[in-house]
């Protein structure tokens, strides 16, 4: 019943940015975390960005630390994830993630969107 639709992915060329967007929504959470995974061509799912309930404590990956920048709106069930200086390495599959918790959604979500494609050129 749950459902996580993403929006936002495409085409961009490298050193661009993205915004992309996840509503929640077909839950009976009071309170819980949301992040992004992605899969790279070839390469095994990995967590990029979480962020807690409450929005004041968040986690990146160390390949987008500095550039990628997640925050959420509570009234909306929405989380986003802003990506500045994107790298043809950012090319993926980036899946919308909802658990109970950031420890949660860093070592195995339960929920997942469908995934939104994003594509960076050189």
């Known amino acids: 019943q749950v459902q996580l639709v993403e929006s936002g992915g495409g085409l961009v060329q490298a050193g661009g940015s993205l915004r992309l967007s996840c509503a929640a929504s077909g839950h009976t959470f009071s309170a819980y975390a949301m992040g992004w995974f992605r899969q790279r061509p070839g390469k095994e799912r990995e967590s990029v960005a979480a962020?807690?309930?409450?929005?004041?404590?968040?986690y990146y990956a160390d390949s987008v630390k500095g550039r990628f920048t997640i925050s959420r709106d509570i009234a909306k069930d929405t989380v986003y994830l802003q990506m500045n200086s994107l790298s043809p390495e950012d090319t993926a599959v980036y899946y919308c993630?909802?658990?109970?918790?950031?420890?949660?959604?860093?070592?195995?979500?339960?929920?997942w969107g469908q995934g939104t494609q994003v594509t960076v050129s050189s």
């Open positions: 962020i807690s309930w409450g929005g004041t404590t968040t």
């Open positions: 993630v909802v658990d109970r918790n950031i420890a949660l959604i860093t070592t195995g979500p339960r929920y």
